[in-house]
């Protein structure tokens, strides 16, 4: 597990789990694949109380391995994967072709 806070000092974890049932709060995928681990990312306000936004991230056997955020409070998540069914959106290569992998996203994503 990672965790970072940002400049208003919310609270960011990331990390995988197998866990299907991690609370999910505006996702941008809500549904862990059947089996194996895969990355997630989970905001907390500054007393780690509340939930303010938390995601899956990947699918089947990713890890989200880091994540760092920048002084504009978008999070650039690092990360590995092994499966060819992981997506990012506007990726440069759209899929898997020797795993390992290395996969990179950043939310909110640039317009």
Known sequence: MVFEM???GNIWLS???TDSQLPMLNPLQSVHPASGN???VSEFDSTGTTLKFSTFFGGGSPGVNGIALDSTGKAHIAGTTVTGTYTTPGAFQGT???PPQFVQ???PPPI
């Open 38 to 40: 895969t990355g997630y």
């Open 105 to 107: 996203y950043t939310y």
């Open 96 to 98: 898997v072709t020797s």
């Open 6 to 8: 940002d400049p208003n």
């Open 15 to 17: 990390g995988s789990t």
